[in-house]
């Protein structure tokens, strides 16, 4: 029951802060809503960080991996928030939450064997990212938005990916706040402070509530996950994954969005595939 709550929650949760992105990203650019996702996040997880000490087994190779993770997870956020910026929430969700299947492809590269039955998951999801990208000939602007959205969207899925994938090969070596915690203060030594210093930052009082919902969102929403994932991995992997789900049909009501039936088909492939796959991962 608590993997079925807690993956519950941590996809409402994520989509709530995928939803707020949107909203924010059109306001203010992405670089703003980056740097101040990235300091909200480390100011709300160093308390708890601090409070457990510096891990004994942090050494170089956790540090490599520390900043791995933090670097991709900074430049897959960058890009995922510049694809919602231009791109509906129904067609950059589903992609960037492809970021298991991007993962599970890393750990092929890396020599790592998969369950049986991945390989054709990774296949349908590949199919369904090419049908979502498919655009008419109707609203030309418009479908150059979209192809554009789903290409920052299909990068931030494999740079997602690999942060998935750094940050699995720490998950058995320090405590998890650590993970969570190294990343978001690098993001915020690496990004955050730079951008604000050279002046690139420039946050309204129309977007700050929609920042700050994403901050405290995709933070409480992983806690979520990992309290339901002690209880069941798999079970809580595919309930957290259906954040994309949803955005999607959140978005629909909201704000209006509509996909046409060639990307609506890929859109549930996407789904499918990342939901059976994380599965068979799990």
């Not at 997880?45 to 791995?68: K, M, N, Q, R, S």
């Not at 509906?88 to 590269?109: D, F, N």
Request: charged content about 10%; aromatic content about 6%; overall charge positive.
């Amino acid at each position: 029951m608590i993997a079925i709550i807690g993956g519950l929650a941590a996809a409402v949760l994520w989509s709530v802060s995928t939803l707020a992105t949107s909203r924010s990203t059109k306001i203010v650019t992405p670089t703003t809503v980056l740097a101040w996702v990235m300091t909200i996040g480390a100011a709300l997880v160093a308390p708890f960080a601090l409070a457990t000490g510096v891990p004994d087994a942090l050494g170089g190779d956790e540090l490599a991996w520390l900043i791995t993770s933090g670097l991709a997870n900074l430049y897959g956020l960058l890009l995922s928030y510049s694809s919602l910026r231009v791109g509906k929430v129904g067609l950059v969700a589903p992609i960037t939450s492809a970021q298991g299947a991007a993962a599970a492809l890393i750990a092929v590269v890396a020599g790592e064997r998969i369950a049986g039955g991945s390989g054709a998951m990774l296949a349908l999801i590949g199919v369904g990212v090419i049908f979502a990208s498919v655009s008419g000939a109707a609203e030309e602007a418009e479908d150059r938005r979209d192809g554009r959205a789903v290409v920052l969207a299909a990068c931030a899925a494999v740079l997602f990916g690999l942060g998935l994938y750094a940050s699995g090969r720490l998950a058995g070596e320090l405590p998890i706040v650590w993970v969570v915690f190294v990343p978001r203060l690098v993001g915020t030594l690496a990004f955050a402070l730079p951008m604000a210093l050279l002046g690139r930052v420039h946050m309204t009082r129309r977007a700050l509530p929609f920042v700050v919902v994403s901050a405290v969102c995709e933070i409480v929403g992983l806690a979520f996950f990992l309290v339901a994932a002690r209880e069941g991995i798999a079970v809580a992997a595919i309930l957290g994954s259906q954040f994309a789900a949803l955005a999607a049909v959140a978005a629909y009501f909201l704000f209006g969005e509509r996909l046409r039936g060639i990307q609506v088909a890929g859109v549930v492939a996407i789904l499918v595939g990342v939901s059976v796959l994380t599965g068979l991962q799990a």
